[in-house]
C-alpha cells in the first residue's frame, strides 16, 4: 500500500510552491562567481582606464549575495519547523476537550478525535467535523 505523500507526517508540499520559471535574473553562487572572475579578467575592471568601480566592489557584491543565500536557507528551514511544531501541537490534543468556531460563527465543542494530515496542514475532527487549528478557542482535559 503507497501512502501519497500529501498525507505524510511532516510533508512541507503544501509549504513549497510550484517550481517557479527560472528568469535570467536568477543566479546561484557559482553562476555569480563566475560572472565576478571574468569581469576581474578584463582589463578595464577597476582600473585606470574607466572601469565603473573600486576594485573591492565585487567583494562587498559576494558578501550581499551569500546573505541573500543564507536568508533564503533559514526561511525554508523556518517554514519547516513551523510545519513540525503545528503538527505536534495537533496530536498534543487528541481526546482533550475544546471549543472551536465553526465556519459559520458558531462556537463548537467536544472531544478531539482523531487528527488528520493534508498536504502536511492538520487538521482536528471534533463530532465528526473537521476543524483547522486556527479554529480552536479553548482547549482543557
Same mark, same amino acid.
Given at each position: @500500500?503507497?501512502?501519497?505523500?500529501? @498525507? @505524510?507526517?511532516?510533508?512541507?508540499? *503544501?509549504?513549497?510552491? *510550484?517550481?517557479?520559471?527560472?528568469?535570467?535574473?536568477?543566479?546561484?553562487?557559482?553562476? $555569480?562567481?563566475?560572472?565576478? !572572475?571574468?569581469?576581474? !579578467?578584463?582589463?578595464?575592471?577597476?582600473?585606470?582606464?574607466?572601469?565603473?568601480?573600486?576594485?573591492?566592489?565585487?567583494?562587498?557584491?559576494?558578501? &550581499? $549575495?551569500?546573505?541573500?543565500?543564507?536568508?533564503?536557507?533559514?526561511?525554508? +528551514?523556518?517554514?519547516?519547523?513551523?510545519?513540525?511544531?503545528? &503538527?505536534?501541537?495537533?496530536?498534543?490534543?487528541?481526546?482533550?476537550?475544546?471549543?472551536?468556531?465553526?465556519?459559520?460563527?458558531?462556537? =463548537?465543542?467536544?472531544? =478531539?478525535?482523531? =487528527?488528520? $494530515?493534508?498536504?502536511?496542514? *492538520? +487538521?482536528?475532527?471534533?463530532?465528526?467535523? *473537521?476543524? +483547522? @487549528?486556527?479554529?480552536?478557542?479553548?482547549?482543557?482535559?
Amino acid at each position: @500500500m503507497t501512502i501519497p505523500d500529501n @498525507m @505524510m507526517i511532516g510533508s512541507t508540499n *503544501a509549504l513549497q510552491q *510550484a517550481p517557479e520559471k527560472k528568469l535570467n535574473s536568477d543566479l546561484n553562487m557559482e553562476q $555569480f562567481l563566475q560572472i565576478i !572572475s571574468h569581469a576581474m !579578467s578584463m582589463p578595464s575592471f577597476g582600473g585606470e582606464s574607466g572601469g565603473s568601480g573600486s576594485e573591492t566592489d565585487y567583494i562587498g557584491q559576494m558578501v &550581499q $549575495f551569500g546573505m541573500l543565500n543564507a536568508m533564503q536557507d533559514l526561511n525554508e +528551514t523556518m517554514q519547516s519547523n513551523l510545519l513540525i511544531n503545528h &503538527q505536534q501541537q495537533a496530536f498534543s490534543l487528541v481526546g482533550k476537550e475544546v471549543t472551536l468556531t465553526s465556519q459559520e460563527d458558531q462556537l =463548537v465543542s467536544g472531544v =478531539v478525535e482523531k =487528527v488528520r $494530515f493534508e498536504n502536511g496542514i *492538520a +487538521t482536528l475532527h471534533v463530532n465528526g467535523e *473537521a476543524y +483547522t @487549528m486556527s479554529d480552536v478557542i479553548e482547549v482543557s482535559q
